[in-house]
């Protein structure tokens, strides 16, 4: 078996402050390349906590975060920046698009903050992805002219421009009506399975988990896997 596009080992988490609270109790996880995961889970389960470790934005307790083959305790900040930047991609409830900023601007962020200037490739590629998600009118359009479901599709392909390894995405139709999250989930399980990137996925919506791979569940800080269908 290769190296797991993500991997957690004994994964513990604590927060401190004046009562220290466990959030996550020695959690093992692995995520194959391609692999579309969802995790569910009440509100303070743990889940947020698990993809922000996952993601290099916080560093767990105890235990191992292994992505794409690299132990994250052996990376120091300015490695784990760039990480997150070139390997992971981030979809999150609200899609944190710039006010200013087309959206083939936005669609491009990751990328030109890990390159500086992208090369002609680089345009080709994202606004490729832009047309992919039925952006191709809505190059130069500002948020504020998207609806909901297109500011959402913008940040979807913000996620993938880059080319990452894993993508986690938390709760990414969450602010979305029904139809709009269905939309916007159904392009994340084609990109997924088309790109072959692997993608964990934080939602509320059992609906939208039935679809995925694997469903996994975090009941206080412990999880659990449910069984094939």
């Given at each position: 078996?290769?190296?797991?596009?993500?991997?957690v080992?004994?994964?513990?988490?604590t927060?401190?402050?004046?009562?220290?609270?466990?959030v996550?109790?020695g959690?093992?996880?692995?995520?194959?390349?391609?692999?579309?995961v969802?995790?569910?889970?009440?509100?303070?389960s743990?889940?947020?906590?698990?993809?922000?470790?996952?993601?290099a934005?916080?560093?767990?307790?105890?235990g191992?975060?292994?992505?794409?083959g690299?132990?994250?305790?052996?990376?120091?900040?300015?490695?784990?920046?760039?990480?997150?930047?070139?390997?992971?991609?981030?979809?999150?409830?609200?899609?944190?698009?710039?006010?200013?900023w087309?959206?083939?601007?936005?669609?491009?962020?990751?990328?030109?903050?890990?390159?500086?200037?992208?090369?002609?490739?680089?345009?080709?590629?994202v606004?490729?992805?832009?047309?992919r998600?039925?952006?191709?009118?809505?190059?130069?359009?500002?948020?504020?002219?998207?609806?909901?479901?297109?500011?959402?599709?913008?940040?979807?392909v913000r996620?993938?421009?880059?080319?990452?390894?894993?993508?986690?995405?938390?709760?990414?139709?969450?602010?979305?009506d029904?139809?709009s999250?269905?939309?916007?989930?159904?392009?994340?399980?084609?990109?997924?399975?088309?790109t072959?990137?692997?993608?964990?996925?934080?939602?509320?919506?059992?609906?939208?988990?039935?679809?995925?791979?694997?469903?996994?569940?975090?009941?206080?800080?412990?999880?659990?896997?449910d069984a094939?269908a």
């Amino acid at each position: 078996m290769g190296d797991a596009a993500a991997e957690v080992i004994g994964l513990k988490k604590t927060y401190f402050g004046a009562r220290p609270v466990e959030v996550l109790h020695g959690l093992d996880f692995r995520v194959e390349p391609g692999e579309l995961v969802a995790v569910v889970g009440q509100s303070g389960s743990g889940k947020s906590t698990l993809l922000n470790c996952l993601g290099a934005l916080g560093r767990p307790t105890e235990g191992e975060v292994i992505i794409d083959g690299l132990r994250l305790a052996d990376l120091d900040e300015d490695e784990l920046a760039d990480l997150r930047n070139s390997r992971v991609g981030f979809i999150f409830q609200f899609h944190h698009l710039l006010d200013e900023w087309t959206c083939l601007e936005n669609a491009m962020m990751a990328m030109a903050i890990r390159k500086g200037t992208p090369s002609e490739e680089d345009y080709e590629r994202v606004i490729g992805l832009l047309e992919r998600v039925g952006l191709g009118h809505r190059l130069d359009n500002r948020p504020s002219q998207l609806s909901g479901g297109e500011q959402q599709r913008t940040a979807v392909v913000r996620a993938l421009a880059n080319d990452p390894r894993l993508v986690l995405a938390d709760e990414p139709t969450g602010n979305l009506d029904s139809k709009s999250g269905q939309e916007v989930f159904n392009l994340i399980h084609d990109m997924n399975h088309e790109t072959g990137v692997a993608l964990v996925m934080v939602t509320h919506d059992e609906r939208l988990a039935q679809d995925a791979d694997r469903i996994v569940r975090i009941e206080d800080g412990l999880l659990s896997e449910d069984a094939p269908a």
